[in-house]
């Protein structure tokens, strides 16, 4: 019989999900099968109860439910509680934990890119929602020299500065004053839905004084390059776009199933397939 596993979203219809992990199971030779449910947030509750009921393997949770969902699990990992969100649950005999691969996706697709340790890094995050949680914390707890939390509300970025002071030297300030300070920043990523289909010609800062040799990093992947990532390539700098961060947590949660090395190109190039609009 076929371990069923899925992802739970509302809505749910533009998730790679599916293309992305039915393509694992493909190519690995797996008896299992990956299905989008589009959940309301009213039915929630009634769904992970559903997850039990029909012994569903494992789900990925995503938008809006990553938080809520956390009141319906047996059991929460400590990076997850830490921020806040789950976004993977595994069932194991009928107990579920839930975890968040997001912020170590981000880490293992920033590791990737740059092949460089981290701990002598100044990380400069504009935004300071849901995203930037999750790869702010993980950041912190690796170990890199200081983060500076820049948001357009600076209560909310000082509230997320303070979770990570438990980990690394951090700090707080708006996007104006980012901008002003630019050089100080050795890695720069946005976590703003800024420059995102279809809003494709706004950039979350002005990338001016940019340091020579700074890395810059978008985690939106529609489109694959936003024009900050095109202003930051042009300056000459290292970029990275959104896409691998997809596919890592995705291999993660993957990992977190099955005890098996995800394939990670394979996960790559569907997603990119799928991106391009070649089907
Ligand atoms: P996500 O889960 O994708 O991180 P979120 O939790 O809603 O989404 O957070 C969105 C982030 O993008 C916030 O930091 C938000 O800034 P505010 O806290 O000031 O709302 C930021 N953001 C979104 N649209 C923005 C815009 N047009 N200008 C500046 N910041 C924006």
Not at 42 to 52: F, H, S, T
Not at 230 to 242: D, H, K
Request: aromatic share 6%; with cysteine; charged share 20%.
């Amino acid at each position: 019989m076929k371990k069923i596993m899925g992802v739970i979203g509302y809505p749910i219809k533009h998730s790679l999900s599916p293309q992305m992990h039915s393509a694992v199971y493909d190519k690995l030779k797996l008896s299992m099968a990956y299905h989008a449910f589009e959940v309301r947030p009213d039915q929630l509750e009634i769904a992970i109860q559903g997850v039990r009921g029909l012994g569903l393997q494992g789900v990925n949770v995503t938008i809006p439910h990553k938080v809520e969902v956390m009141n319906y699990l047996d059991e929460i990992d400590g990076l997850a509680k830490e921020i806040g969100a789950v976004n993977t649950i595994v069932n194991v005999n009928g107990r579920l934990k839930g975890y968040n691969t997001d912020g170590e996706g981000y880490l293992r697709s920033l590791l990737a890119a740059m092949k460089e340790e981290l701990s002598s890094k100044s990380v400069l995050m504009i935004g300071a929602g849901g995203a930037s949680k999750a790869v702010s914390l993980t950041l912190a707890k690796h170990g890199v020299k200081q983060i500076v939390i820049a948001n357009r509300t600076l209560a909310k970025a000082q509230e997320l500065q303070s979770s990570c002071s438990r980990f690394a030297a951090s700090s707080a300030m708006t996007i104006e004053e980012a901008e002003q300070r630019l050089d100080e920043f050795d890695i720069i990523i946005n976590t703003t839905s800024i420059g995102m289909l279809p809003e494709i010609d706004a950039i979350p800062i002005s990338l001016q004084r940019l340091k020579k040799g700074a890395f810059v990093s978008d985690l939106i992947y529609t489109p694959v390059q936003t024009k900050f990532l095109r202003e930051a390539e042009e300056m000459g700098a290292p970029t990275l776009n959104g896409v691998d961060m997809f596919v890592y947590q995705g291999a993660l949660a993957f990992e977190h199933w099955t005890n098996i090395e995800a394939p990670i190109d394979t996960m790559r190039n569907v997603v990119l397939k799928h991106l391009k609009g070649e089907k």
